[in-house]
């Protein structure tokens, strides 16, 4: 059974590892699970505290997979709207795959400045700061899997 477990729980981190770049699999959330699948088994015994902290770092970085598109665009010049237009891009990007989710907030925060009243190369600055944001977040998704996978080879 164990043999099942480990293997089960190295599929869900794989999967976290494909969730981090796929739009629509949550990636961290899945590798995290993964970490529990093999602490049910007789050869990992994770500490409550480590399983606690990645369970917080998770959370953290699930939210900051939101947030951080948003302040890309803040961080490149925009303004309210441009980050309103992010945030809504994030959202209305979802529906559309994972070009959506690349563009969304790349063009939210486009028309958000235009809205503003800004030139478009203003505008596309703004946008550009946006996709720079959801390209600190995906590798931000990836260090947290990738030493997640470490912690249970290490385990192991």
Known sequence: MDIFLLVLAFLFMLIGI???????LPGTPIAYAGLWIAQATDRIDFSWKFLLIWGIVVIVISVLDYIVPAW???QFGGTKWGVWGSTIGVFVGLFFGAVGVILG???GAIIGELFSGKE???????????????????VLKLIACGLMISALIQAI
């Open 18 to 24: 494909i969730g981090c770049i796929v739009p629509g």
């Open 72 to 74: 890309g665009t803040k």
């Open 105 to 107: 907030p790349l063009v």
């Open 120 to 138: 478009m190369a203003q505008a596309v600055k703004a946008g550009w700061g946006s996709f720079i944001g959801i390209l600190c977040g995906t």
